[in-house]
């Protein structure tokens, strides 16, 4: 695949985002690319809305797992591209096409001139929620054709394209998703003594989290507590019986995901209380922080060093990824590949440079060629 087929794959699925376990029109389409490649080596299981792809090893002693993501985001995209996204209201706005556009081309090579060990591709839903790693850690197939060692990229729109970074260690958070929902006592806008307004009450709630982090956390802890979203009310003369918010917890230390739990239940019995609401909290899905082993970074940097890319040392992110799941039980290492876009992830204006592709394609090809399972 050269720079151009690459460059309308991305374009293909820049158009077709959805949402985790939703990715059927994904999943058809991967599918289509990777039946017009040599099948020699390649044999192509579905699970759920996702993909695994063994390539067959010519003197295997083992196997090298490589994941991309594949799921879109519930954000509208305000660009110009002539390739905007189809669907109203979501958008490949975490580079999504870009990881498995890149894990298309590496595949595509590999399945020409496969190397000594097998190689998986694992095309994986639902990154961005509810996380698809964890189930398909449990299931039999993934089970059967389990790898030894595991890597995967994400894109880095702040860095230059023909640069990539990572660290040993952690690189990116725990995390943990929120979500409260207050039932309480509406009525008329003109008689608010008669009423427990739940938006007003949802609304305290967020600034009191935000005491969470500044107020009852060791300041030295690395921790956020973000809410994206706030929803309550019908219209502007009723005052409303329910509101919700949702949002997301992220740490460095796993044990401090439960301390901000706790002074959020805190919180939540006084605003109980002064607000003469239910208040019920839901905690959705949690990360395991993405923990890099130290001797697969050694071997990737040098692997780096010995082509025309720039290396940096990352620092630690509070992005999430379900990838620390794999990294939990599989030795390996995530890296972030240098995209520059002037617009960060999760934005509607996200514009990665194409050109990032054939270098994502040909870091993956040589880390998979020179890699060594230890
Ligand atoms: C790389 C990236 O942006 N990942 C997402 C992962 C989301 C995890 C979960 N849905 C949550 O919000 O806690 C991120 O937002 O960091």
């Given at each position: 695949m050269d720079q151009d087929q690459l460059v309308t794959i991305r374009r293909d699925l820049h158009k077709i985002p959805e949402i985790g376990f939703k990715e059927t029109k994904t999943q058809a389409y991967l599918l289509s690319k990777i039946a017009e490649m040599d099948q020699t080596h390649l044999t192509v299981y579905k699970w759920e809305t996702g993909l695994l792809v063994k390539v067959n090893g010519k003197e295997p002693k083992g196997t090298i797992g490589y994941r991309a993501d594949i799921d879109g985001l519930p954000i509208t995209e305000d660009t110009d591209f002539p390739f905007q996204s189809e669907h109203e209201g979501y958008m490949h706005a975490c580079g999504h096409d870009f990881h498995m556009t890149i894990a298309l081309g590496a595949l595509n090579r590999l399945s020409k001139e496969p190397v000594n060990d097998h190689v998986l591709?694992?095309?994986?839903?639902?990154?961005?929620?509810?996380?698809?790693?964890?189930?398909?850690?449990?299931?039999?197939?993934?089970?059967?054709?389990?790898?030894?060692?595991?890597?995967?990229?994400?894109?880095?729109?702040?860095?230059?394209?023909?640069?990539?970074?990572?660290?040993?260690?952690?690189?990116f958070a725990n995390t943990s998703e929120l979500f409260i929902d207050f039932k309480g006592k509406g009525g008329h806008a003109a008689y608010p003594h008669l009423t427990h307004d739940m938006v007003l009450a949802a609304s305290g709630f967020v600034t009191q989290l935000q005491h969470i982090v500044s107020r009852q956390l060791d300041p030295i802890?690395?921790?956020?507590?973000?809410?994206?979203?706030?929803?309550?009310?019908?219209?502007?003369?009723?005052?409303?019986?329910?509101?919700?918010?949702?949002?997301?917890?992220?740490?460095?230390?796993?044990?401090?995901?439960?301390?901000?739990?706790?002074?959020?239940?805190?919180?939540?019995?006084?605003?109980?209380?002064?607000?003469?609401?239910?208040?019920?909290i839901d905690y959705g899905s949690n990360y395991?922080?993405?923990?890099?082993?130290?001797?697969?970074?050694?071997?990737?940097?040098?692997?780096?060093?010995?082509?025309?890319?720039?290396?940096?040392?990352?620092?630690?992110?509070?992005?999430?990824?379900?990838?620390?799941?794999?990294?939990?039980?599989?030795?390996?290492?995530?890296?972030?590949?240098?995209?520059?876009?002037?617009?960060?992830?999760?934005?509607?204006?996200?514009?990665?440079?194409?050109?990032?592709?054939?270098?994502?394609?040909?870091?993956?090809?040589?880390?998979?060629?020179?890699?060594?399972?230890?």
């Open positions: 591709f694992i095309f994986q839903p639902a990154e961005e929620g509810p996380g698809g790693a964890q189930p398909l850690l449990e299931s039999t197939i993934f089970k059967e054709l389990k790898p030894d060692c595991i890597f995967a990229l994400h894109v880095a729109p702040e860095m230059p394209v023909g640069h990539v970074s990572s660290k040993p260690g952690m690189l802890e690395q921790a956020v507590v973000t809410i994206g979203k706030i929803n309550g009310g019908t219209v502007q003369n009723i005052i409303s019986e329910t509101a919700r918010i949702e949002g997301t917890i992220r740490t460095g230390d796993a044990n401090s995901i439960a301390t901000i739990k706790q002074a959020i239940e805190r919180f939540a019995k006084g605003f109980e209380q002064s607000h003469h609401c239910k208040i019920d395991y922080q993405v923990f890099n082993d130290a001797s697969f970074i050694e071997q990737f940097k040098s692997i780096v060093d010995q082509s025309t890319l720039n290396w940096h040392d990352a620092s630690e992110a509070m992005t999430g990824e379900d990838f620390g799941y794999f990294l939990k039980e599989i030795p390996g290492f995530m890296f972030w590949l240098g995209v520059d876009s002037e617009y960060g992830l999760h934005q509607s204006r996200l514009n990665p440079d194409e050109e990032a592709l054939s270098v994502g394609v040909d870091i993956v090809e040589r880390t998979i060629r020179h890699i060594e399972i230890n």
